[in-house]
């Protein structure tokens, strides 16, 4: 299996190894077909994607992803939004659960963001009227909002998943955010299986401080999905613990949710968690369960012992020294 890995900027670089570091102790059967993209990349090539990385994403449809830089307020568009857009991978799926040795004030925490991809105001339709009004334009269509919420119940019907929340603020946005509910509670009809039920986005932000586990599955729109995202992330510790897939019909793209982070860039300082846990899903995706639950186990074992992790966990180890007791756990697994 050719999957293509691209480090990206800042620390990207260091937990894109620790990838393969782990696939080879795994013994899994995967070449990486290493791509560069990103502002560092930019600044050497006037491109911020290296030749032939778009060929080989649409040909071998697997990707892994280190974070990229994008300039705020200026400059080009988040490579990530290019991306999802060229590839069309329509969902953002981010699962949120506690780690056993990552403090915080919650326990228990199991839910899975289905975040729409293609359009919202994340499309990036706006203008200048003058040149002290600029206009942003929100899209929500009938059929994206159908195959996202589709996608939620069909991960909650195949995972024994309890419940599928819709977020919107169709209180105020009556016919954008009113077609994404309307959509949402046409399709629950389909799965009466499954409990189903409907927040406002800024009840949702309330409710999830106040008691995260009293939600299951949330699917929502672009731009909540990715605020939402954050602060389940903030709840369990933080987005180094926060994997992901940008996953269409043809195209998987998994990645780490946090920044390049270029203040600890080169020092090995870096916490891989998140990217090897979207490695994770990346091998339960590709049928390689057994390799992805040694990984997870070795991952979460490693971290509850709290002996050899980094120092955002509590620890003062490197992030290769991380990863090789990782590596040295998954031995005996």
Do not use: W
Request: charged share 25%; with cysteine.
């Amino acid at each position: 299996m050719k999957v293509v890995l691209i480090p990206g900027d800042g620390i990207g670089k260091e937990i894109s190894e620790s990838v393969k570091k782990v696939s080879n102790a795994l013994a899994c059967p995967i070449e990486f077909l290493e791509y560069q993209a990103g502002a560092e990349y930019a600044k050497e090539h006037e491109s911020l994607l290296q030749d032939g990385l778009m060929d080989a994403i649409l040909e071998n449809k697997v990707v892994i992803k280190g974070p990229t830089a994008t300039p705020i307020g200026k400059g080009f568009r988040s490579i990530n939004v290019q991306l999802r857009q060229e590839c069309n991978t329509y969902q953002n799926i981010r699962p949120i659960q506690s780690i056993e040795g990552v403090k915080t004030r919650y326990e228990n925490i199991d839910i899975v963001i289905f975040r729409e991809n293609s359009e919202d105001l994340y499309l990036g339709v706006e203008y200048m009227c003058d040149n002290d009004t600029s206009h942003g334009i929100k899209i929500i269509t009938r059929g994206a909002t159908n195959r996202i919420v589709k996608a939620a119940f069909e991960y909650a019907k195949k995972n024994n998943r309890k419940k599928v929340t819709c977020v919107h603020k169709a209180n105020i946005m009556k016919l954008t955010d009113g077609l994404f509910l309307e959509e949402f509670e046409n399709v629950a009809k389909e799965y009466p299986e499954i409990e189903s039920d409907a927040v406002i986005i800024d009840a949702l932000c309330m409710k999830l401080v106040q008691d995260p586990t009293q939600f299951d599955v949330l699917v929502t729109e672009n731009l909540y999905g990715d605020i939402i995202s954050d602060l389940c992330a903030g709840l369990v510790g933080g987005l180094g613990f926060a994997p992901s897939v940008n996953a269409g019909d043809d195209v998987r793209i998994y990645e780490a949710v946090h920044g390049s982070a270029p203040d600890i860039a080169g020092k090995d300082l870096a916490n891989p968690t998140a990217i090897l846990l979207a490695f994770e899903m990346l091998l339960r995706d590709s049928g390689m369960e057994d390799s992805a639950n040694r990984l997870k186990r070795a991952i979460l074992e490693t971290i509850k012992e709290g002996k050899v992790v980094t120092q955002d966990i509590g620890g003062n180890a490197t992030c290769s020294a991380f990863v090789d007791a990782i590596i040295e756990r998954l031995q005996t697994i």
